[in-house]
């Protein structure tokens, strides 16, 4: 049981990444009774809007398994040490690194998902190096999150999708074009962006 993500790195211990809310949450933050389909469709876009514009899975704390060679980007050689981007941040533990099938026997990761690798040998470009950690948001820190979901999701149930102005009953309304374009659930406005910098990978070399 894996599934491969968006950001090029393996959840381990599962087939699917589920979303970072559902549909009674959802009801719950806003006192919404919208469309249970259609919310769990737009929850669905929102998360997966979220997920790629911080670069990792984000939630739930998840066993994954990053895999590349040593001459990828996201690893620098300092000396005898080795660093290591991960595509995470949230990092709790990292339970393995090897290379070929090595196992690398000195190793701390930060919360930022910097891993450093002491004392490594030189390594040929085309050798294979596996990282197994232990990444995500616990239940107590996704909070802001969820709002920010609820939030993006009323947006969207708010405005029909491609619907400039409606009519009803000889009463008409035009929505402002600012509107429309911020309704999508997948539309990330500046602050919203603000909001997720905290747990964006943003790569420290």
């Known amino acids: 049981m894996s599934v491969l993500t968006n950001w090029g790195y393996s959840i381990t211990e599962a087939d699917t990444i589920p979303n970072m809310m559902d549909y009674d949450?959802?009801?719950?933050?806003?006192?919404?009774?919208?469309?249970?389909?259609?919310?769990?469709?737009?929850?669905?876009?929102?998360?997966?809007?979220?997920r790629n514009y911080v670069g990792?899975?984000?939630?739930?704390?998840?066993?994954?398994?990053?895999?590349?060679?040593?001459s990828d980007r996201r690893?620098?050689?300092s000396g005898p040490d080795m660093l290591i981007q991960l595509p995470a941040r949230y990092?709790?533990?990292?339970?393995?690194?090897?290379?070929d099938g090595t196992a690398c026997g000195h190793y701390y990761a930060d919360t930022n998902g910097v891993l450093h690798v002491f004392d490594t040998k030189?390594?040929?470009?085309y050798a294979v190096i596996a990282v197994d950690y232990i990444a995500g948001l616990?239940?107590?820190?996704?909070a802001p999150i969820k709002e920010l979901i609820a939030h993006r999701v009323t947006h969207a149930m708010a405005v029909p999708a491609g619907?400039?102005?409606?009519?009803?009953?000889g009463v008409s309304v035009t929505y402002n074009a600012n509107w429309i374009n911020n309704s999508r659930a997948t539309a990330l406005a500046?602050?919203?962006?603000?909001?997720?910098?905290?747990?964006?990978?943003?790569?420290v070399f």
């Open 122 to 125: 030189p390594y040929k470009r």
């Open 75 to 77: 690893v620098i050689y």
């Open 91 to 99: 990092v709790q533990e990292v339970t393995a690194v090897t290379v």
């Open 25 to 50: 949450e959802y009801a719950t933050f806003t006192g919404r009774e919208d469309n249970p389909d259609r919310v769990e469709a737009e929850l669905s876009a929102a998360c997966a809007s979220i």
């Open 56 to 70: 990792w899975h984000l939630y739930p704390s998840e066993s994954c398994r990053l895999e590349m060679l040593a």
């Open 138 to 142: 616990t239940d107590e820190l996704i």
């Open 190 to 203: 500046g602050d919203n962006k603000e909001l997720l910098i905290p747990y964006k990978v943003q790569g």
């Open 163 to 169: 619907v400039a102005s409606e009519s009803s009953g």
